[in-house]
């Protein structure tokens, strides 16, 4: 296995993992939802701008441009806003684990819109999810328990939201995303993205600290870790690759716990775990089959 692109498929997931965490100090602040990720995109869409006219490559086929509308729209104001209400609503921790029901809805859509099979895995690995998310949003009503964070069905719903949007991209990823670089698609998704945030949002002053966390929203958790992910899958499989990834929610987790003292319940711990399980089985489907065939040819040659 290569070791630089481990490490680069490892940073922007720690990359990614700062998104919740680091989210939390505008809105503690006052700064909405919707204005948090306004000011990402418009920050994360400057540096990408630059990116793509560095590499010249801003021209778009006039046929794509639909499709590009319906991703700044579904891609960016939807994923966005929904990732920002949830971190507001139940936790920065949370919503990383909820954003990684992502796989799950892409095994769902695969089959339903692209035929792909949908083998024992897959709905193995969706039964887990969906028990794990049982397990995080019921377990403290149905347990008694309860942990530093709060739950609300509508920061479920928007991290649901959030896992259902990313999976999106996989479905984007079989056609604009085939045809154009990263930075050429952003160049455009991200302005119609955040136009279609504004009207639901007032601007507000902003202390220093939430001008450096927008800031950092889309140097690092937008611009720097799509960069350093895609620089890392020159040298890895993506199946490697996802499994690395993986660290994104744990690393979520643990800065939310020294940063915001979040903290679950054992029902929390344990629909986590699951859900990150169920993550691991999909992307290692094929693996996994193998290993079964194989399995299964040396007891019959016994």
């Known amino acids: 296995m290569n070791i630089k692109g481990c490490l680069l498929i490892l940073t922007a997931a720690v990359m990614w993992g700062l998104i919740g965490p680091v989210s939390k100090f505008p809105l503690e602040q006052g700064v909405a939802p919707l204005e948090n990720s306004f000011w990402r995109a418009i920050f994360a869409w400057m540096l990408f701008a630059v990116h793509a006219c560095r590499i010249r490559a ?29 971190v507001q609503e139940v936790g920065a921790a949370l919503s990383s684990v909820l954003l990684y029901t992502a796989p799950a809805w892409v095994a769902v859509m695969s089959w339903l819109l692209l035929g792909e099979k949908m083998g024992p895995i897959k709905i193995a690995a969706l039964v887990i ?8 949003s019921l377990g403290p009503q149905i347990f008694g328990t309860g942990g530093d964070i709060k739950f609300t069905w509508f920061g479920i719903i ?49 202390t ?17 870790a799509y960069s350093v992910y895609y620089a890392g899958l020159k040298y890895l499989e993506a199946t490697t690759a996802s499994v690395i990834a993986t660290i994104e929610p744990v690393m979520a987790a643990l800065l939310a716990w020294l940063w915001w003292n979040e903290s679950f319940d054992w029902t929390g711990y344990l629909g986590s775990a699951m859900i990150i399980s169920a993550v691991l089985m999909m992307v290692m489907e094929q693996r996994i089959e ?12 016994a």
Do not use: H, N
């Open 158 to 206: 928007c991290g649901l939201t959030t896992g259902f949007t990313y999976a999106l991209y996989y479905i984007y990823g079989k056609t604009i995303f085939a045809r154009y670089t990263t930075p050429t698609i952003f160049l455009y998704a991200l302005p119609i993205g955040a136009l279609c945030m504004t009207p639901f949002f007032e601007f507000t002053t902003k």
């Open 58 to 86: 801003i021209k778009i086929e006039r046929k794509d441009i639909p499709q590009i509308i319906v991703f700044g729209f579904v891609g960016v104001t939807i994923f966005y806003g929904s990732y920002q209400f949830a």
């Open 129 to 136: 999810t969906i028990s794990g998310v049982a397990c995080v």
């Open 290 to 301: 193998s290993g079964f065939r194989k399995l299964s040819l040396c007891r019959m040659q």
């Open 208 to 224: 220093t600290t939430s001008w450096l966390s927008l800031i950092a929203l889309a140097l690092i958790c937008t611009y720097g």
